[in-house]
């Protein structure tokens, strides 16, 4: 029995973050809700309740982060992680100090200056940062999740754990993959992941920065196919 795609969203994302092209990949891929709780452990849990069975995990950016959860959490039932624009460590200090500015501004209703200036834009590579449709659709999916889905995420990605010891320890195929104009999760970031990782293999899309599924979606999903062509035993 093959098993069940889980799509796992970045901070801020919806089910839109995964295009035709990334979805035609997979068969029977079902998405996760990331919107309810406010820690990592909790999503990994929510996620893994989802559905019953061997899973293979498909997370961007914080989805990323909660399915190498997933995989600590119920090694038995990750078949294998697809993890892109992924970081390993607990929030940088930096970003950890920002963000309950963040949190208070967006509960007194600066939602849509955050996303709008603060967030999705800097996530993109120079020649997607005036592509008007890309930008409204980071927006509205922002705008739609809300103030309350905000925070709790923002939470979740402040308290998390360095989880640099449990990739060491990862027993399935994991495929690392970024945009090479990532400057949020940079490529050498996904390189050292992949060396920490056993049975890893990590790719660098060239034109693409942070939100790598929504900027060149073809070659996102191509080289999620061929990964799990070569892998296909491994999931059977």
């Not at 839109?16 to 997979?26: D, H, I, N, P």
């Not at 999503?43 to 019953?52: F, G, N, P």
């Not at 590579?125 to 449709?133: H, L, T, V």
């Not at 993959?177 to 490529?187: A, K, N």
Request: glycine fraction near 6%; proline fraction near 6%.
């Amino acid at each position: 029995m093959q098993p069940t795609p889980v799509l796992l969203p970045g901070n801020m994302c919806d089910a839109r973050l995964w295009t035709e092209a990334v979805r035609a990949t997979f068969s029977g891929a079902i998405d996760a809700d990331l919107t309810q709780d406010d820690s990592i452990e909790a999503m990994a849990e929510r996620a893994l309740a989802a559905t019953d069975g061997q899973l293979l995990a498909v997370g961007f950016s914080m989805g990323a982060i909660v399915a190498v959860e997933m995989a600590v959490q119920a090694p038995e039932r990750i078949v294998g992680l697809v993890l892109s624009g992924y970081n390993a460590t607990a929030d940088l200090p930096e970003r950890a100090a920002h963000r309950p500015a963040q949190q208070s501004e967006v509960r007194a209703g600066g939602l849509e200056r955050v996303l709008v200036e603060e967030l999705k834009p800097n996530y993109l590579a120079a020649q997607n940062r005036k592509d008007n449709s890309l930008l409204r659709l980071l927006r509205d999916m922002g705008m739609d999740l809300g103030a309350n889905v905000f925070v709790r995420q923002s939470e979740a990605l402040r308290l998390r754990g360095d989880r640099r010891d449990a990739i060491a320890a990862l027993h399935m195929p994991v495929l690392y993959i970024c945009g090479g104009e990532d400057t949020l999760c940079p490529p050498a970031w996904h390189q050292i992941w992949a060396n920490l990782t056993p049975k890893s293999q990590f790719k660098e899309i060239s034109g693409a920065g942070h939100m790598l599924p929504l900027e060149a979606p073809k070659a996102f999903a191509a080289t999620i196919e061929n990964w799990l062509t070569i892998n296909e035993k491994e999931f059977a």
